[in-house]
């Protein structure tokens, strides 16, 4: 099972200026595996902010556009979405200590999405190196490498 970091999330979105070949392979493998996908709701609060600021700045039709790929997203994996849990919470703030203690500046949205991951045994997918490689030794890039592929649903 994979928790996919809001950066990961986003190559889905067709704005997301990734170049094509990276992107296709990356939303070939998902459309292969997508029920061992899952979201926190810490992307959905990361994307939300995004739709928010956008229109804030004036830029409607992005925040629109971005709105409804959210909606879209939340739909698609309705049934695979991970709240913050008091475990999670307590996790997190480990990993976040022990990060900063060892000299890592980032926030808590990692942690959160980290500490996810390894208290329900998940991987995160992140292209995020230099944060999730503070926080935890569970997650890997897919556009470095793509997870194998999950065996087939009986």
């Known amino acids: 099972m994979y928790l996919l970091d809001t950066d990961v999330l986003s ?32 992307t959905i609060m990361e994307v939300r902010f995004g739709v928010e600021r956008a229109r804030a700045k004036g830029a409607s039709q992005k925040a629109d556009r971005l709105g409804r790929w959210l909606v879209a997203a939340e739909t698609a994996h309705r049934d695979r979405i991970i709240p913050i849990t008091s475990e999670i919470a307590h996790r997190a703030g480990a990993l976040l200590a ?57």
Request: no cysteine.
């Open 11 to 42: 190559i889905a979105n067709p704005a997301s200026g990734l170049a094509e070949p990276q992107a296709q392979a990356w939303r070939d493998w998902v459309r292969r595996n997508e029920r061992v996908l899952y979201l926190s709701t810490v």
């Open 98 to 154: 022990r990060a900063v203690a060892n000299g890592a500046a980032l926030g808590s949205e990692d942690a959160f999405i980290a500490a996810s991951a390894e208290v329900l045994g998940f991987t995160v997918l992140s292209r995020n190196a230099r944060h999730m490689r503070a926080l935890t030794d569970r997650w890997l890039n897919p556009l470095e490498a793509l997870p194998p592929d999950s065996p087939p649903h009986p």
